[in-house]
Structure formats: C-alpha cells, structure tokens
C-alpha cells in the first residue's frame, strides 16, 4: 500500500514507537499505584493497533498485527496459567505487538524479558531472598515441563507464611514492560 504524501516510514515507526513508549509509561505508572493496568489502557491500544496496522499495511499488515499480538501475549499468558502471573501484562504486550510487527515486536519481548528478569532479581536480592525465588522458579520450571510431557505434578499448598512472603516478591511487571520497551525503542530507531 502507498503512503499519503509527506508520512514516510520513518515517521510512522517514530509515531508507533512514540504511542508504545507513551502507552506502557502510563501502565507503568498504574501498576505501580495500584499493582494493576488497566483495561482502559489496554484495550484501546490494541484497537487502534490493529486499525493502525490494517490502515497502513492492509489485510497482510493486519495479519502480522495479529501475529505478533499472539507471540508477544504467548508468554504471558502462560504465565497468568501457570504462575499466577498478571491477565493485564499479557494484555499490554500483545497490544504493543499489534503496534509493533514481528520483527520489532520480538526485539521488544527480549527486551522485556531481560528487564523483568533484572527487576525480580534486584527485588530478591532487596529482601534477602534470592536462594529462595530461583528454588521456586526451579520448580516451576520443572512442574510445567512433566506437565508438558504428560506427567501428574503434586499440587504444592503453602502455609500462610509462605503465601505472605511470596505476595511481598511480587513485582510491578508494568515497570519491567516499561523498560524493556524504551531499550527496545532505541535499538530500533537508532540502528
């Protein structure tokens, strides 16, 4: 598809990048207050994602949208399924995929991944419990791979303590997306 006179590529990438960076800032900023992001946010975003995506690319821009909203949500959902992780950082990512594409969109999960690693790390280590999450990260690896490869695995049940302690590691994963977002951003626009 042809671009209207005066948009070049340039301009959109620095507009997307622009509304992405903007859109996970103000998530960012919501999960920090309120340890969650809102539909309000999300929802939209991806909207207009695709809108934007199909606008500019037609139907097999709108198709990469979808795509890359699928790969970038994948993980999170995963772990919303199996490690209680948050509905809304599933959410955010696949709305940034369909901003995004493929190819920028997979430079923004790693991006995201490693900042969410480095934010859980340095929260552990703040408390004093850095033996106690990779043991837990361990295990929940190794739990999800026996299921994957058929096997029953035994439900854990923690005591209160346990329960307490772990809601106290929780991390605003808003923050980590936020991040990994703005290293992704100057990767791409700078080379």
């Known amino acids: 598809m042809q ?23 103000v998530a960012a900023i919501c999960d920090l207050r309120t340890r969650r992001i809102p539909n309000a946010l999300t929802v939209p975003l991806l909207l207009v994602g695709l809108i934007k995506a199909a606008w500019f690319g037609g139907l097999s821009g709108l198709a990469e949208a979808v795509g890359a909203c699928f790969l970038l949500a994948l993980p999170y959902v995963l772990l ?5 992780g948050g509905a809304s950082d599933a959410k955010l990512m696949g709305a940034i ?27 552990a280590l703040a408390k004093k419990r850095l033996k106690s999450v ?36 929780t991390i605003p994963y808003g923050v980590a997306i936020f991040a990994g977002v703005c290293v992704a951003g100057g990767i791409v626009l700078i080379w």
Do not use: N
Request: aromatic letters at 12%.
């Open 134 to 169: 990779l043991t837990s990260i361990f295990l929940s690896f190794y739990s999800f791979m026996l299921l994957l490869l058929g096997y029953r695995t035994m439900q854990h049940t923690a005591d209160r303590d346990d329960v307490d302690q772990r809601y106290d590691l």
């Open 97 to 123: 995929g369909a901003w995004l594409g493929l190819a920028q969109g997979i430079t923004v999960l790693l991006c995201v991944v490693t900042a969410g690693l480095v934010l859980a790390i340095a929260t």
């Open 80 to 84: 919303f399924l199996f490690a209680k």
């Open 3 to 25: 671009l209207p006179s005066g948009i070049t590529d340039e301009r959109i990438a620095v507009f997307q990048w622009g509304v992405v960076i903007g859109a996970s800032l």
